[in-house]
């Protein structure tokens, strides 16, 4: 049980209706337990497309995973796919079916029961896998040492099948090797740049690891990996590797282990016992949400305002209607008054502030689209910082803005 | 040119670090000049596996549109694969290395214009398509009939190249079928039931029409696509269509046309001229972060608080400590005297709320996780409901509150 394949299947996917967040949740979870995934395909919801599809999956890898297509409604047909290439029929499950029964009845539907009944067919050599969260139940069929699990599309019921059952199963179904990953994460260099300098290092690595470099807006991680039978001795391998590279890159490594920065920041953040709050204009609310998206925050973010007109802005955090009249208030000014009345207002001793402009269609003041001031201020102590990014829409602005100023206040307390 | 496959290249993806929102970018604008996504391929980053992946996918349609695997590092082999696939060589590019170094120049890194090089080269028999927000060009492949594009893998790369050169490109060289599709937004019917409902209208649909169903949370979005040659002709076909179909459902369309959920808000609030203010506890800024997505939004957003902490909802909204140590933090009541709060600190028209936990770790008046109370207020009426959704994880709550508290305020504009 080595290389994982999955199958993604609908319409709402190819469409650009819906963007497909269950593949990179799946594969994470895989990737834990050592299993990679080989290839992601995204398919539409016919029968003769996912049986052929399923075919090359099993080509490729000894482990299937497919999601979606499996609704009560008339253009999910996943399950007919399954029966046919598996050589099977479908039938009515009981225990599948009274389990569905006591969910719908647990919210109060029961007088749609008869209606979700077919969700409590399934092909007879499937084992089931009861879904809690969703009519749909998973279905696991196994055939010559090959494993497919077929899940419904929702993410939400996607998630705990995986965790709380698909791989608890196969974790002690397969005595499967140790995977073990850290994230060396460097801001300030090129990524041409940061692979020149480390290029002897990452020819020296051992057979067993491998690094990746993912760019995330101006920061890039480097991913380690490395697997084999011991976990102990992966552990150690890798921090002896990262020992090597610190002295290469030291100065703009900004974390190591934490992947998202929002978590890089919470671990810094506990730490030093230090507290947070946040003025946004032009990233609406974003950087609170990120902050807040960390389980334990509430112990240093103490909250955010978003005083998106000119006059909250004045009346809320005490910005004065002469620097606005003066400077705009896409100003490096404003910016400076936002993050100190934040400050005040929250009584923290970290402020964060953005003004901008983030487009389409011209700000009121007439600055160009694309434009944003932030200042980050820590205790007594601030910088502000000017960003022209006109080539961003206006949400991949809002979160580029959002990544970068966590991104910097993380430079500014490593390197203080 | 009817079909298009899509390649997306990289481990990252694979790996489940990054989530692909290239694919339903493309799809989407693709969508729109009436080519359709038949596949998407996710594959990694090996010579072999591209070229067997691009033959596989001109199988499958007469367009195939790569992303990633271009950038400067180590781990980038598509150019390679693209050479051999099509029996060309690779060489300096003239033209796009002249665009790169002006490109670099501009961005103030002519000192590392050598390292970039080797972005310049390209397979001799393609056209390029110069990256203005990037150092990797788009590289344009021609046999017996069919396309290929070669783009890098970073969203605001694509983005630009997609929308301004692509698919103009395709519009002008193929004389394409138009697409017209709308959306109907239901809300209050379990999908399973609206199926039923809508069944025999679904059945009696004209040969050049589809429908769908996607499910958002508690949303079902029915997208009615027709296919054809003459515009006019469409728009009408589908707007009769719409016209037999919202009797039947009528009392629980909350929107036709629009498909985000803030985009609707929108339309509403700006022909009615209200004006919207948020205080968000659990959903930590992401409902003030959806509104402002929005161009435009400033028009009736006029500003959000996140009162994180206790004390800054006591502050800075006025909620009475009574309430708080009567009722607890995650209570109706304190909803109900943030949203009252929040409509005088902001001065709006309506004023939303959110109150609770959103795990994991139990909040700390000992309220179970997943449980949330907001408040949606209209001038002087207001509707507080409760969530309990403890199966979701922390960000997923916070999405899905986030889109069902937007969600009822429609249900309430539009039902009065």
Not at 204 to 224: C, D, H
Not at 325 to 344: I, L, P, R, W
């Amino acid at each position: 049980m080595e290389n994982a394949v999955l199958i993604t299947i609908g319409d709402e996917i190819l469409s650009g209706n819906t963007v497909d967040t269950n593949s990179n949740f799946i594969a994470t979870e895989l990737k834990n337990i050592g299993i990679k995934v080989k290839q992601i395909f995204t398919i539409s919801d016919e029968i003769e497309t996912i049986k052929n599809t399923l075919q090359k999956a099993f080509e490729l890898g000894d482990l299937v995973i497919t999601t979606g297509g499996l609704g009560p409604t008339r253009d999910d047909k996943t399950k007919k796919a399954l029966a046919e290439f598996f050589n099977d029929e479908i039938a009515l499950d009981e225990t599948t079916f009274n389990h569905l029964k006591t969910y719908m009845e647990r919210r109060g539907r029961a007088d749609i029961l008869e209606r979700n009944r077919e969700q409590a067919f399934v092909p007879t050599k499937s084992v089931v896998f009861q879904n809690n969260f969703g009519t749909a139940p998973c279905m696991m069929m196994e055939q010559n040492g090959k494993l497919s699990f077929s899940l419904p599309g929702v993410p939400y019921e996607v998630k705990p099948l995986i965790k709380d059952q698909i791989v608890p199963y196969l974790q002690e179904k397969f005595n499967l090797n140790y995977i073990h990953t850290r994230i060396v994460s460097v801001v300030g260099i090129p990524e041409s740049i940061l692979a020149d300098i480390i290029e002897d290092w990452e020819l020296a690595l051992p057979e067993n690891m491998t690094l990746s470099y993912l760019p995330v807006g101006t920061r890039v991680k480097l991913r380690i990996t490395a697997s084999g039978e011991n976990e102990e001795r992966l552990k150690e391998q890798t921090e002896n590797e990262i020992q090597k590279l610190l002295p290469l890159i030291e100065k703009n490594v900004i974390a190591i282990s934490e992947d998202k920065i929002e978590n890089i920041l919470s671990e810094i953040l506990t730490e030093r016992k230090l507290t947070i709050s946040t003025a946004e204009s032009c990233t609406g609310g974003e950087i609170a949400k990120m902050i807040t998206s960390v389980s334990g925050s509430s112990k240093y973010f103490l909250g955010g305002i978003v005083p998106y007109a000119t006059e909250k802005k004045i009346k809320i955090l005490g910005i004065s209607r002469e620097t606005v009249d003066q400077f705009t208030v896409v100003s490096e000014q404003v910016a400076q008054e936002m993050a100190k009345g934040c400050q005040k207002l929250f009584d923290t001793d970290i402020s964060l502030s953005t003004t901008g402009v983030a487009g389409p269609g011209k700000g009121e003041d007439g600055k160009d689209i694309g434009t944003v001031f932030y200042t980050i201020r820590i205790r007594d102590q601030e910088v502000t910082s000017k960003l022209y990014m006109p080539h961003l829409e206006r949400i991949d602005f809002m979160n580029f803005v959002s990544q970068k100023v966590i991104q910097d206040l993380i430079g500014l307390l490593v390197n203080n």
